[in-house]
């Protein structure tokens, strides 16, 4: 039986890294500051798993998480990209910062490894697509910048000390338990969740930017590959994704379907910092961490469209309520 520590565990991705490992039977040690992670979505769980509430700038706090560990899921993030435009400061701290402690702890403890949820936004507006690792990165937003810096610090920790990382470069990745409610949220749980409302959501720009939209059960089974892949996979990027992308309007009428909206939807200001195209090159992570998407966008999007259905039913937590 090996432990996993996973920060961020109270949030989308790390709630659901911490139900796959416990199914997959393994011991999960949890942190998070709760500043976007939410208790609620440790609900069930909460007892299953050894869980700290501590910010990962707290050196301290996680060189005691890293005791005994085998391999740390590293999610804790302040994942925004309006919201690092916003506060730059504040997004390098979480972003980078915390990234510096997470491997320092994890030096000293001797993990066997630590994969990290980089992000699709270092590649930044390079106009060819598919998206690769070997491409020269291109950040645009201070979020993209943080993240890409991170994913220096994985590398050089496995030069300098040995220290084996991997760094997951997410192609927005949505699902269940992700926060619609934020002006910062993703932009499908937003607008599924508005559309279940009967409110109608706003494209920024016009609508033509496509993203990689990857469902959460891809970024879950990625993680869990890249701890058990050889090791020659260590100090090593990969895009996770599916392969296809989808532009916002399209996503749109798909979810017009789903959610039996009949509004239309509004424009606004395109966003800065914003990426127009993204599409991931995956022949990386199947070749080298046997990894393959196995949930597509349409199969993705029925199923959270029916969680946050069913959620607002259960206890509407998420501020949902389904039209009668
Ligand atoms: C970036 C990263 C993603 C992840 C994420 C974390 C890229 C390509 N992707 O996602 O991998 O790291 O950051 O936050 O850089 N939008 C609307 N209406 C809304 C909300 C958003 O039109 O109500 C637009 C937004 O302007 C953008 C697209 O939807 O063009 C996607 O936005 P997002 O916030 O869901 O994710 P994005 O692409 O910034």
Redesign the pocket.
């Known amino acids: 039986m090996s432990t996993y520590l996973i920060t961020g565990v109270a949030g989308f991705i790390g709630s659901s890294l911490a139900r796959a490992v416990l199914k997959q039977g393994d011991r999960v040690r949890g942190i998070d500051n709760f500043s976007t992670g939410k208790p609620e979505n440790l609900q069930e769980i909460f007892k299953q798993i050894d869980f700290r509430e501590a910010d990962i700038l707290d050196l301290d706090a996680m060189n005691k998480a890293c005791e005994s560990v085998d391999y740390v899921l590293h999610q804790a993030a302040i994942?925004?990209?309006?919201k690092s435009v916003l506060d730059p400061l504040g997004s390098n701290r979480a972003n980078v910062d915390g990234t510096v402690n997470v491997l320092v702890a994890a030096r000293d403890a001797k993990v066997k490894r630590v994969v990290y949820a980089a992000?699709?936004?270092a590649?930044g507006d390079t106009p060819t697509l598919p998206k690769h690792e070997e491409m020269a990165p291109h950040p645009l937003s201070p979020?993209?910048v943080a993240?890409l810096a991170s994913e220096y610090y994985m590398v050089s920790f496995f030069h300098c000390y040995g220290l084996e990382t991997v760094c997951l470069r997410?192609?927005?990745?949505f699902g269940p338990r992700q926060d619609p409610t934020s002006p910062?949220?993703?932009?499908?749980a937003?607008?599924i969740t508005q559309m279940l409302k009967g409110e109608p959501?706003?494209?920024?720009?016009d609508?033509e930017?496509s993203?990689d939209f990857t469902y959460i059960d891809n970024a879950v089974s990625a993680n869990l590959l890249a701890c058990k892949a050889p090791k020659n996979v260590a100090g090593g990027v990969f895009n996770v994704a599916t392969g296809r992308r989808v532009n916002?309007k399209e996503s749109f009428r798909i979810l017009k379907k789903l959610t039996d909206y009949e509004g239309e939807v509004k424009f606004?200001p395109?966003?800065a910092g914003?990426?127009k195209h993204?599409l991931a090159d995956i022949s990386n992570a199947e070749k080298h961490l046997g990894y393959r998407p196995i949930v597509d966008f349409e199969e993705g999007l029925k199923k959270t469209v029916e969680w946050y259905r069913v959620k607002s039913v259960d206890s509407g937590r998420w501020s949902v309520v389904t039209k009668p």
């Open positions: 994942p925004s990209v309006p992000s699709s936004s590649y979020y993209a993240k997410y192609f927005n990745i910062y949220s993703g932009v499908l937003k607008f959501p706003t494209i920024f720009g609508g930017q993203r916002l606004g395109e966003r914003d990426v993204s």
